[in-house]
């Protein structure tokens, strides 16, 4: 590796100290700063069994953020938030991303469906469970369309998966959106509730498949939001 290319090992572990030391924030202090339950919503991206339970991209470790996030969207519904959506893969069998990735989560099957801890909540029936065919939960898609229609509001709870690919792409598109309208949004990214899939190296270059370091991607995604202006935090309690 030439010098110029040298990655600093004292910005990793400025980094990693930075994700261990992050601050929480609560469920009462953001819709009381919102100005009421009805300014804030929670969007769940790609919460599905495609990439938690089963299918070629599916993940044990982002399938961990299933119960806190079912956690999180409860103490969302306790404080009176209403407007909870949940933008989830629903592909096209021809879908041109499956150039890039295994054909994943077809609109009708199994993979494409939420999770049971999603289901199982009891308000499940009042969830917006928006498709989308890419990354972006925000680009040609029913949720583009209700941001269109409704205007954005005082403060987006993004959670779900993958930190670096659809949660990524979800809670840029809400700052983006928010810095070209010069319209305040706060944009809160809870870390217990987002997480990335793992593949090393090794199994990589048996698969053909490019590698992903799970915890540096997620780290640094989550750094790269914050410096973008999201809030990250560890958890939103009560
Ligand atoms: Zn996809």
Same mark, same amino acid.
């Given at each position: 590796m030439s010098d110029s290319h040298a990655y600093s090992s004292q910005f990793l572990g400025w980094l990693q100290d930075y994700i261990g030391k992050l601050p929480s924030a609560s469920m009462a202090e953001i819709v009381g700063q919102a100005g009421g339950p009805d300014r804030v919503w929670v969007v769940a991206v790609d919460i599905i069994k495609g990439f &938690? !339970?089963?299918? /070629? *991209? @599916?993940s044990e470790r982002v399938g961990a953020i299933a119960e806190p996030a079912a956690a999180l969207i409860q103490r969302a519904w306790d404080a009176g938030v209403r407007r909870i959506m949940m933008p989830r893969d629903a592909h096209? /069998?021809? +879908? !041109?991303e499956f150039g890039a990735w295994p /054909?994943? &989560? !077809? @609109?009708?099957?199994?993979?494409?469906e939420l999770v049971d801890e999603l289901t199982e *909540? /009891?308000? @499940?029936?009042h969830f917006q469970v928006l498709d989308k065919? +890419? *990354?972006? @939960?925000?680009?040609?898609?029913d949720l583009s369309r209700i941001i269109q229609n409704d205007g954005l509001p005082e403060a987006v709870i993004c959670i779900g998966d993958c930190t670096d690919l659809c949660l990524y792409n979800l809670a840029l598109g809400f700052r983006l959106i928010s810095n070209a309208r010069n319209e305040p949004l706060r944009v809160v990214v809870p870390a217990d509730c987002v997480e990335t899939y793992h593949m090393d190296v090794g199994t990589a270059e048996e698969l053909g498949a490019l590698p992903h370091d799970g915890d540096l991607l997620h780290d640094l995604f989550l750094y790269h939001m914050a410096l973008n202006g999201c809030q990250v935090v560890s958890e939103v309690t009560t």
């Open positions: &938690c !339970v089963e299918g /070629p *991209l @599916a096209d /069998p021809e +879908s !041109v /054909p994943h &989560c !077809v @609109a009708g099957t199994e993979e494409s *909540l /009891p308000m @499940a029936e065919n +890419s *990354l972006s @939960a925000i680009q040609d898609t």
